[in-house]
Structure formats: C-alpha cells, structure tokens
C-alpha cells in the first residue's frame, strides 16, 4: 500500500468512525438519563464478559487474513474461523450454565446465560468481518458497519429506556446492533468456498504465532479489565464501578475515534513496509506524533473540567464521575498514544516478549488495587483510582520503551 493509498484509507475508515462517534457522543446524554450508573455499569460488566469469550472464539485468526496474501488462502481462515466461532461459543453455554445451577445467588440469571454465547459470537462475527474488509481493503465497508452499528445500538438503548427495560434492554439493544450491522459484512464474504482439511491445517500451522502467542496475550489484556470491574465491585459498589465504567469508556472516545482506525490501517503499512524492507521508526513516530496532538486539548479539557463538564452534559448524577475523569485523564491519554503501536508485536512477530508485558501488566493492574484497600489507611474509591492511573502511566511508558526496542531490532537486522 502506498502513502497516499495509506492517507485515503485512514480518511476513509476515520469516516465512518467519526459518524459512528458522534452518534455515540449525541445519544450518551441522553442514555445516561435513561439509566442509572448501576444498570450501566450492569452493561459494561456484561461486555468485560463477552469481549473476553469474543477473543478466545477465534483463536485470533483474523489477523491472519492481513497477512495471508492468497486469496483462496484467507477464505479457509475465514471459513475455519466463523465454524469455530459458532461452535465454541455454543459450548460456553456449558461451563455457564453449571454456574447458575450452583450458584447461591441469582447472578447470572437465566436472561444472561442466554444471552452471553449471542453477544459472544456477534462479537466475533463483527471482528472477523471488519478484518476481512481490511484485507480486502474495502475500507468503506467498515465504516458502513460502524455507522449502522452505532445507529441501531444507540437508538434501541433509548427506546428501552423509555420502556424502562434496564440492564436487559441495553443489552438486548448491543446483540441486535451487532446482529444487523454484521450482514453488511457477511454479503461479501465467500462463505461457499469448498473447505481442504489439509490445507487449512497447513494455514492454521503457518499462522500459529496467533493462537499461541497473540491470543494468551489478547485473552490476559482482556482479564485484566474484568478483573479490574470485578475488584471494584467487591471493593467499592456497582455504583462506584458504573461511575468508573462510564468514564472510562467516554475518555477512550478519542481513541476510538482516532486510534482505533488508525492503527488498524497501521498494521496493513507495517506489513507493507516490512514487505517492502523499509524503516519503521519514522513511520510509527509519526503516528505516534499525531495522536499525541489531537488527545491534548480534549483530555486537558477533562483535566481541568471533568465534574462540571460531566454534569452538565450527562446529568447531576454523573458529577461524580466527572471527579473520575479529571484523575484518570492521563492514564487514558497514555493508552491512547500506545494502543494503535500494539499492532507492532504481531507484524514484527515479537509476540512472546509482547505477551510477558501484558501479564506483568495485569499483575501490576491488580496489586495496584488490592494493595491499597488492605494496607493504606482511608483507601476510598478515588484515592485508590488515583493510585492506579500513576502505576497505569509508568507502566504504559516502558511499553512505548518496548515498541522503541523492537522497531529498532527490526531496522538493525536490515543492515545486517
């Protein structure tokens, strides 16, 4: 791909990202006066749960599709990956399903053990579609999907609210938006394409630094955000963590809005750029550049304003949250600068290393809370979010230390 193909591309996903934001951004007002932060925080737990399962499905095969560059080649991933998904998220009704029968309370309730596997498999179906695009370089498919998406999602939730609905409409509203959002994926895949065993266990070999490597890692990044909801709950309240759900989902906007779509059309330069035997460090500091200075005014903006600002666009009940933001800030701002270089690892096949970051990451993520609530005198909710973000900060600060490493070890072994 060339630079101006690579511009056009970020132009058109970023597109399709922005609309898809700027619903979520108008309809948010409106859905935090609808529910109270423990429904949401009910939605958010959920989603911890489903993205979790979402990734495990499958296998991580979908990256797969970016660098397998025979078509025929990617139709089995593609194949092999929607039958896994399917069926494994069929059999999580199992393992679920002994829970409540032995579970002393009524969490998950029978609503949820049903609707878990769905949101598991229309995850996965949605990922896996959004990488096919992007191997196929069909960029305006994508937005589609993330327009309709936000759409359909955010317009259900309203309407559940009105009819009082609560947890189980919001959560209805995301399984009915990924469900329809994802036919725009399905019509272009070639689901018709006449499997080979044997040729798809020699790809499922070729590829298996995903499921081996970048799937443990995905699945320990993934953990650590239900461990973190999970810990909060036990802590604190579902309303503390409601409180700590929504902000933490609105300050990663920006990096919805922006990192997301650039760092998936990233990875499909730093393979081109790989292919081709070219350098990487001005590529990604350029990036990394540009990020940094379209986070700083909102995130400051957040800084110095989050409870007024929180209040006044989500309501008085949502002020608290505002507080929330105001110290997270900078953890998120951080995140944001890192999350599109994740892409990295997997393009430069560092994905062991990667991995041993990301479990230090989650040890660290959990001792930062429990440590605090059992040795520090008066460790309130905000004192031990204030803990956290700092730790958050180092630790997101040896991770940009390791993407440095690596891209230098890359261009090193090209003058070798």
Not at 143 to 160: D, E, H, P
Not at 317 to 328: H, K, N
């Amino acid at each position: 791909m060339s630079d101006s193909r690579f511009i056009n591309s970020i132009g058109i996903l970023l597109s399709g990202t922005l609309f898809a934001q700027l619903l979520n951004v108008l309809f948010i007002p409106i859905i935090t006066r609808l529910y109270t932060p423990e429904e949401l925080g009910e939605l958010g737990y959920y989603l911890r749960i489903v993205l979790f399962f979402a990734a495990l499905v499958t296998l991580r095969l979908e990256l797969g599709f970016l660098n397998e560059r025979h078509v025929g080649h990617r139709s089995l991933l593609l194949k092999f990956s929607l039958k896994w998904s399917l069926i494994l998220s069929i059999l999580i009704l199992i393992p679920l399903f002994v829970y409540y029968l032995f579970s002393r309370d009524d969490i998950p309730s029978m609503y949820m053990i049903l609707l878990i596997p769905a949101g598991v498999f229309l995850h996965a179906l949605f990922n896996i579609g959004t990488h096919w695009e992007l191997a196929e370089e069909r960029f305006s498919s994508i937005s589609l999907a993330r327009f309709a998406n936000s759409f359909i999602t955010n317009g259900l939730k309203v309407a559940a609210g009105w009819l009082k609905l609560g947890p189980l409409g919001l959560i209805i509203a995301v399984i009915i938006g990924l469900a329809t959002s994802s036919l725009i994926y399905l019509r272009k895949m070639p689901l018709l394409v006449i499997a080979s065993t044997k040729k798809t266990g020699a790809l499922l070999k070729k590829h298996r630094e995903l499921y081996l490597y970048n799937l443990p890692h995905v699945l320990v990044d993934l953990f650590r955000d239900f461990a973190l909801a999970s810990l909060i709950i036990i802590f604190f309240s579902d309303r503390d963590y409601g409180y700590f759900d929504h902000t933490f989902r609105v300050l990663k906007l920006p990096l919805t809005f922006l990192g997301a779509a650039v760092g998936q059309a990233l990875f499909s330069r730093i393979v081109s750029i790989i292919d081709e035997k070219k350098r990487l460090c001005r590529f990604a500091f350029k990036t990394s550049l540009g990020l940094t200075l379209a986070a700083i005014i909102p995130f400051a903006v957040v800084y110095f304003y989050g409870p007024e600002l929180f209040g006044f666009v989500f309501g008085e009940e949502w002020t608290e949250a505002g507080v929330l933001g105001s110290i997270m800030t900078i953890w998120l701002f951080m995140n944001m600068i890192a999350s599109p270089l994740s892409y990295l690892p997997v393009a430069l096949d560092e994905q062991r290393p990667y991995f041993y970051w990301n479990i230090a990451g989650t040890v660290i993520l959990i001792l930062s809370i429990v440590v605090p609530v059992y040795f520090m005198e008066n460790a309130d909710f905000l004192k031990v979010i204030s803990w956290v973000t700092w730790i958050q900060v180092f630790y997101h600060l040896g991770l940009l230390a390791f993407f440095v490493k690596i891209i230098r070890k890359y261009e090193n072994s090209l003058s070798d």
